[in-house]
């Protein structure tokens, strides 16, 4: 569709991406940018990718901010992530470059419900 390659990763058995798998396939497509989508809770697991530890890796592999574009989905727990004191700084303070949240993914409410950032 967007006529780009795509790298299928693999996820540990909790759901959560695999690290070091992610790790491998940026090493082996260096000299390529990179586009990441990261879970705050995927729909069947309710897994949260660490958005902390995909910067450095991004960083151990040589990427530059002007070389990786982050999304960050919250399908199931975008909605019902409770915010810790001191508030969380937003994906952009941290690197990722657009955050999304799906009522639908966790409420399964009869309308869309989206917001993007």
């Known amino acids: 569709m967007y006529r780009m390659d795509a790298e299928r990763l693999d996820t540990l058995p909790s759901g959560e991406v695999d690290y ?3 790790r491998s396939r940026l090493a082996a497509n260096a000299a390529r940018p990179a586009i990441i ?14 958005l902390d530890r995909v910067l450095e890796i991004l960083a151990e592999t040589g990427y530059g901010e002007d070389r990786f574009y982050i999304h960050c989905d919250g399908a199931l727990f975008g909605l019902m992530v409770r915010a ?3 508030p969380p700084r937003l994906p ?3 690197g990722a470059r657009e ?4 009522g639908r993914g966790c409420a399964c409410p009869p309308v869309l419900s ?4």
């Open 114 to 117: 989206e917001a993007w950032l």
């Open 92 to 94: 952009g303070e941290r």
């Open 37 to 50: 989508n990261v879970n705050v809770g995927t729909t069947v697991k309710g897994a949260v990718d660490d």
């Open 99 to 102: 955050g999304a949240w799906r």
């Open 20 to 22: 070091d798998h992610l």
């Open 84 to 86: 810790p004191a001191p």
